[in-house]
């Protein structure tokens, strides 16, 4: 099982900036995408941002021009630059891996949350 551990979530003025970053660990044999999502109060999860490992990055329209999800090989880590945040980004955000297993399979891991709250 992959242990996603996230941060960087806060509080910050309409305009703002934040980063978020996701580290995994445990046992996998490779990363298949990795993602952000997020989650209002009273609605449900939605995507927010993915990259798959070689693939192009996809967005929700919502954030389109303002955040930037990028990733470190390397590292395994992922990153969400928001800039230009508004109230209505106001969420709980879940880091996200889908991983090939060690004994094979494929499954995913979702992290267990970072809020980000926007001011007006």
Do not use: H
Request: glycine fraction near 14%; include cysteine; charge should be positive.
């Amino acid at each position: 099982q992959v242990q996603l551990v996230e941060s960087g979530g806060g509080l910050v003025q309409a305009g703002g900036s934040l980063r978020l970053s996701c580290v995994p660990s445990g046992s996998f044999f490779g990363i298949v995408a990795m993602g952000w999502y997020r989650q209002a109060p009273g609605k449900p999860r939605e995507l927010v941002a993915i990259v798959p490992s070689g693939g192009s990055t996809n967005y929700a329209e919502s954030v389109k021009g303002r955040f930037t999800i990028s990733r470190d090989s390397a590292k395994n880590t992922v990153y969400l630059q928001m800039n230009g945040l508004k109230p209505e980004d106001t969420a709980v955000y879940y880091c996200n891996a889908v991983y090939r297993r060690t004994m094979g399979g494929i499954s995913q891991s979702w992290g267990q949350g970072t809020q980000v709250t926007v001011s007006s």
